[in-house]
């Protein structure tokens, strides 16, 4: 008994000195960020280092999502654009998209049982392609009203529209190594056959809330009228209530000779043998007579609602030995924008003048080259010692430039250089060991108004004083896309080892910042802010 008491008043006495020690050592620092603050042997303070910051406009980005395999894109794109957006600040895109069409290959054209065997005529009501807008219903009395989200631009002024048949085979494998996996960039040809898809050449586009339903008059193959339907798309089988749709009309013989045609035939044998047979099509965006327009951002992804090609078709049978009509049936069948998915910018590559400021666009647009601690900075903090408690990089945005269509984040990563002055992109420290949201770039407001971009690479500056690492090529800033972060962080499974960086981007929104004069731009110039502590 007296050892095990002398025992425990000996673990007691311990852990009394172990929690002095903590209590002494709280008593003494007080830990913010990754730093020491309060401490009566050291101090701390902060510095403002100049940045370098230029335009730096890029010719292309990825376009497909082939190299999108992680569950966000199921292997695409997680939006793809279509329209034009015309600006004086930024450069002139139009945007189009490109795609493969799904097919079901257990379609038949005979819907009917037919027990007599009938002979019947197939002629087609109509046939359109549909692609579903991103809307937030504002309310549903009577008719439901909708406000259109993600679309930048004039509304209210029209582009043109048109559809194509590809003549180009879009491949998953490289043509010229097939070991590898294709790729298809933003500015990428495509050879297109003559005759266009839909049924009004240059279709004048303008996006609106209104197209919830399509009263569809019904005919026998006669041309007698037959029955009037309304045909409207709901989110769910239990919705009632129909969303806004973009609706391109197409010619009838186009949806007739390629697909009812080919049923049961060997271009319907499998998906491949369609692919090769009718390769795709792309819905082209210009602009009309240099008036501007819209930029539509479509998720051709959504599971609940697809994009697809609509055909609405009737089936006349005739009675034995008569050309009296016996059974009219309706039939319709959608075949979905699937398969390869890319996206076609056409870029005006404006020259920006070198001042005060630089252009930041989306899309295939512009980026900024950021460089931090040149000449001897580097050096010189080295040799000082620092405990470094944190490091941030702050742009400013010029709010004399319309800002209507600034991002609501910005990207920031390394873009340095191969012996053959090839890139090589890859994250930044920070955005993996301090995380997504500490690693900002998001937009700050002061006064109610968009002011600033901030990034926290705290983790990136002590590695490099301290010697850890050596490599630290000029930085790129960028409009934020989702594939931007790393697939660890997307998956919750973070990873230091995570370095890719993924060159899509599919964000067309543009902000104008200034860049680090100080002259000229003074305490709004873009700067790079130390917080460290040292010694007395």
Same mark, same amino acid.
């Given at each position: 008994?007296?050892?095990?008491?002398?025992?425990?008043?000996?673990?007691?006495?311990?852990?009394?000195?172990?929690?002095?020690?903590?209590?002494?050592?709280?008593?003494?620092?007080?830990?913010? %960020?990754?730093?020491?603050?309060?401490?009566?042997?050291?101090?701390?303070?902060?510095?403002?280092? +100049?940045?370098?910051?230029?335009?730096?406009?890029?010719?292309?980005?990825?376009? $497909?999502?082939?190299?999108?395999?992680?569950?966000?894109?199921?292997?695409?794109?997680?939006?793809?654009?279509?329209?034009?957006?015309?600006?004086?600040?930024? +450069?002139?895109?139009?945007?189009?998209?490109?795609?493969?069409?799904?097919?079901?290959?257990?379609?038949?054209?005979?819907?009917?049982?037919?027990?007599?065997?009938?002979?019947?005529?197939?002629?087609?009501?109509?046939?359109?392609?549909?692609?579903?807008?991103?809307?937030?219903?504002?309310?549903? +009395?009577?008719?439901?009203?909708?406000?259109?989200? #993600?679309?930048?631009?004039?509304?209210?002024?029209?582009?043109?529209?048109?559809?194509?048949?590809?003549?180009?085979?879009?491949?998953?494998?490289?043509?010229?190594?097939?070991?590898?996996?294709?790729?298809?960039?933003?500015?990428?040809?495509?050879?297109?056959?003559?005759?266009?898809?839909?049924?009004?050449?240059?279709?004048?586009?303008?996006?609106?809330?209104? $197209?919830?339903?399509?009263?569809? &008059?019904?005919?026998?193959?006669?041309?007698?009228?037959?029955?009037?339907?309304?045909?409207?798309?709901?989110?769910?089988?239990?919705?009632?209530?129909?969303?806004?749709?973009?609706?391109?009309?197409?010619?009838?013989?186009?949806?007739?000779?390629?697909?009812?045609?080919?049923?049961?035939?060997?271009?319907?044998?499998?998906?491949?043998?369609?692919?090769?047979?009718?390769?795709?099509?792309?819905?082209?965006?210009?602009?009309?007579?240099?008036?501007?327009?819209?930029?539509?951002?479509?998720?051709?992804?959504?599971?609940?609602?697809?994009?697809?090609?609509?055909?609405?078709?009737?089936?006349?049978?005739?009675?034995?030995? #008569?050309?009296?009509?016996?059974?009219?049936? &309706?039939?319709?069948?959608?075949?979905?924008?699937?398969?390869?998915?890319?996206? &076609?910018?056409?870029?005006?590559?404006?020259?920006?003048?070198?001042?005060?400021?630089?252009?930041?666009?989306?899309?295939?647009?512009?980026?900024? &080259?950021? +460089?931090?601690?040149?000449?001897?900075?580097?050096?010189?903090?080295?040799?000082?010692?620092?405990?470094?408690?944190?490091?941030?990089?702050?742009?400013?945005?010029?709010?004399?430039?319309?800002?209507?269509?600034?991002?609501?984040?910005?990207?920031?990563?390394?873009?340095?250089?191969?012996?053959?002055?090839?890139?090589?992109?890859?994250?930044?420290?920070?955005?993996?060991?301090?995380?997504?949201?500490?690693?900002?770039?998001?937009?700050?407001?002061?006064?109610?108004?968009?002011?600033?971009?901030?990034?926290?690479?705290?983790?990136?500056?002590?590695?490099?004083?301290? %010697?850890?690492?050596?490599?630290?090529?000029?930085?790129?800033?960028?409009?934020?896309?989702?594939? $931007?972060?790393?697939?660890?962080?997307?998956?919750?499974?973070?990873?230091?080892? $995570?370095?890719?960086?993924?060159?899509?981007?599919?964000?067309?929104?543009?902000?104008?910042?200034?860049?680090?004069?100080?002259?000229?731009?003074?305490?709004?110039?873009?700067?790079?802010?130390?917080?460290?502590?040292?010694?007395?």
């Amino acid at each position: 008994m007296v050892k095990n008491s002398i025992r425990k008043t000996t673990q007691v006495g311990v852990l009394f000195l172990l929690f002095a020690g903590i209590i002494s050592c709280e008593k003494d620092f007080t830990d913010i %960020g990754t730093g020491v603050v309060s401490n009566t042997k050291f101090t701390t303070h902060d510095t403002i280092l +100049e940045v370098l910051v230029s335009n730096a406009p890029i010719e292309n980005v990825r376009a $497909d999502g082939l190299d999108l395999g992680s569950q966000t894109f199921f292997g695409r794109q997680g939006q793809y654009l279509l329209g034009v957006h015309s600006s004086s600040e930024y +450069e002139k895109i139009e945007a189009s998209i490109i795609s493969q069409i799904s097919i079901n290959t257990e379609l038949n054209l005979n819907s009917y049982a037919n027990p007599d065997e009938l002979d019947f005529e197939t002629s087609v009501d109509t046939a359109f392609l549909r692609l579903p807008y991103q809307a937030t219903l504002v309310s549903n +009395e009577g008719l439901p009203n909708y406000t259109l989200d #993600s679309i930048i631009g004039n509304k209210s002024v029209p582009f043109t529209l048109n559809v194509y048949e590809l003549d180009t085979y879009l491949n998953t494998l490289n043509p010229s190594d097939p070991s590898k996996r294709n790729s298809f960039l933003s500015d990428e040809s495509y050879q297109l056959k003559p005759d266009l898809l839909n049924e009004v050449e240059n279709m004048d586009f303008v996006p609106t809330t209104k $197209d919830t339903l399509l009263i569809l &008059k019904r005919s026998n193959s006669k041309g007698e009228f037959f029955e009037t339907d309304t045909i409207r798309y709901t989110s769910s089988a239990n919705s009632t209530i129909p969303l806004p749709m973009a609706i391109i009309p197409l010619k009838k013989s186009f949806v007739k000779e390629v697909f009812l045609d080919n049923y049961g035939s060997s271009n319907f044998d499998s998906q491949n043998a369609f692919n090769n047979y009718f390769r795709g099509i792309k819905i082209e965006a210009k602009e009309k007579a240099n008036d501007g327009g819209s930029l539509i951002s479509f998720n051709l992804s959504n599971s609940s609602l697809l994009s697809a090609i609509d055909v609405y078709y009737t089936n006349t049978y005739f009675k034995k030995n #008569s050309t009296e009509i016996d059974t009219v049936i &309706k039939v319709n069948h959608s075949f979905q924008l699937g398969g390869i998915i890319n996206s &076609k910018y056409n870029m005006s590559n404006r020259v920006y003048p070198v001042n005060n400021q630089v252009k930041i666009q989306g899309a295939a647009g512009s980026e900024a &080259k950021v +460089e931090i601690l040149q000449g001897s900075q580097l050096a010189d903090l080295k040799a000082k010692n620092w405990l470094i408690n944190d490091a941030s990089l702050t742009f400013y945005i010029n709010q004399n430039v319309d800002t209507t269509a600034a991002p609501s984040r910005l990207y920031i990563y390394k873009r340095g250089e191969d012996a053959t002055s090839n890139p090589i992109v890859s994250q930044i420290k920070d955005v993996l060991s301090e995380g997504n949201i500490s690693f900002g770039g998001s937009v700050l407001r002061e006064n109610k108004k968009i002011d600033r971009y901030r990034f926290r690479i705290t983790d990136y500056i002590s590695d490099l004083l301290s %010697g850890e690492t050596s490599y630290s090529p000029p930085l790129r800033l960028k409009v934020f896309n989702l594939s $931007d972060l790393p697939t660890s962080l997307k998956d919750s499974q973070i990873s230091l080892n $995570d370095t890719i960086f993924k060159q899509y981007n599919w964000n067309p929104k543009a902000v104008t910042l200034f860049n680090g004069d100080i002259s000229a731009n003074g305490v709004r110039r873009a700067q790079l802010k130390i917080s460290y502590t040292k010694k007395k």
